[in-house]
């Protein structure tokens, strides 16, 4: 039961452009996304966050964008850069009231971004 | 501020064989996660400690998995006997409360089991 997915398993991008990152998600109980990313023999570092009162949060290239009666966010990056080229994940948390732990984080499969100079 | 700190960073075992990991989390994280990250997934909670109590195992493999958090603070991840899908990455994460939407991970053990 695939409750975060990332239909896209990679997407190449020049640099410059706009990267658009998408995930899916089915349970209802989730009330706060989240982005992180991932590069080579690290672990994932938090990217940027949106709760599910709000339908954009922007920060620096960063925004995402949340869409509930579709059950959809993306991440956009603007203007993309070699370095963001790394894997992204998409996680969402439950609310307080969702029938599990509060903390717990259920993830998407990733998608791996390149960015070419 | 120093990260979550994991060790070993590669371990390769043979099937039936026992390993052991080790994490230390930030200074202060009262939460602490363990996830599994098998090749092409995102990672998935096996289990999460609030203080030295566990809050979530629900899917934690407890016939062969098992894990504490002895005083609160660093904790351990053992798996016995290794299976081949044992193979993975095991990511060890903190947060400072359980509402934890802010989680840092430490690098992560990669586990190959032959």
């Known amino acids: 039961d695939q409750q975060v997915k990332q239909n896209s398993p990679s997407l190449s991008v020049q640099e410059g452009r706009i990267s658009i990152l998408n995930c899916d998600y089915t349970?209802?109980?989730?009330?706060?996304f989240l982005w992180y990313k991932k590069y080579p023999a690290e672990g994932p570092t938090f990217l940027i966050s949106?709760?599910?009162?709000?339908d954009k949060n922007e920060d620096g290239r960063f925004t995402v964008f949340l869409n509930k009666s579709a059950k959809h966010l993306s991440l956009h990056i603007v203007p993309s850069q070699p370095g963001d080229s790394a894997v992204y994940f998409c996680?969402?948390?439950?609310?307080?009231?969702?029938?599990?732990?509060?903390?717990?984080?259920?993830f998407g499969q990733g998608t791996i971004l390149t960015v070419h100079p | 501020e120093a990260g979550v700190a994991q060790s070993p960073r590669y371990k390769i075992i043979e099937k039936r064989q026992s390993v052991a990991f080790w994490c230390n989390p930030i200074?202060?994280?009262?939460?602490l996660y363990w996830y599994q990250q098998i090749l092409g997934q995102g990672p998935k909670l096996l289990i999460q400690?609030?203080?030295?109590?566990?809050?979530?195992d629900s899917q934690l493999p407890k016939d062969r998995f098992s894990a504490e958090r002895l005083k609160g603070v660093d904790s351990t991840l053992k798996i016995q006997p290794a299976k081949l899908e044992d193979s993975a990455v095991y990511l060890c994460?903190?947060?400072?409360?359980?509402?934890?939407?802010?989680?840092?991970f430490g690098p992560g053990t990669r586990l190959t089991v032959t």
């Open positions: 949106i709760s599910s009162i709000k």
């Open positions: 349970n209802s109980m989730f009330d706060y």
């Open positions: 200074s202060g994280h009262a939460t």
């Open positions: 400690f609030q203080n030295n109590g566990v809050v979530d």
């Open positions: 994460a903190s947060s400072l409360s359980e509402g934890g939407y802010e989680q840092y």
């Open positions: 996680a969402a948390r439950p609310s307080r009231d969702g029938g599990t732990s509060y903390g717990k984080l259920t």
